[in-house]
């Protein structure tokens, strides 16, 4: 299984970006899907989860309903649509997957099986 992220870039404060991540090699539709972020010297922190079939999302309590999950399983990509972005979203975010087809929610980045390479998100002031 392969993922790649894309997406990423510098936007200003108050701005949005959409992250995509396109995956490959395995059925995309049996797989839970997850956003981490990572700031430099940290360890990755958990931004939100979608189930298999896109009907159950789960955020980190940070987003406060500022980043929407959804996946496109014909064209095997989940996407990372954040809105209203401040300077502490600056990080590199990366996608996860996971072989689930019951639960979805798994805020440890070690519960994913697959990772993308990352794609780096800088918002300026």
């Known amino acids: 299984v392969q993922l790649v992220e894309s997406g990423g870039g510098m936007v200003q404060a108050g701005g949005s970006l959409r992250l995509s991540c396109g995956v490959s090699?395995?059925?995309?539709?049996?797989?839970?899907m997850g956003w981490f972020r990572q700031f430099p010297g940290k360890d990755r922190e958990f931004v939100g989860a979608i189930s298999w079939n896109g009907a159950r999302t789960q955020y980190a309590d940070f987003v406060k309903g500022r980043f929407t999950l959804s996946r496109d399983d014909a064209k095997g990509t989940v996407y990372l649509q954040m809105n209203s972005l401040n300077t502490a979203d600056t990080a590199v975010y990366y996608c996860?997957?996971?072989?689930?087809?019951?639960?979805?929610?798994?805020?440890?980045?070690?519960?994913?099986?697959?990772w993308g390479q990352g794609t780096q998100v800088n918002v300026s002031s």
């Open positions: 090699g395995r059925t995309f539709s049996s797989y839970a």
């Open positions: 996860a997957a996971r072989a689930s087809t019951g639960g979805f929610y798994f805020p440890g980045d070690y519960e994913y099986d697959y």
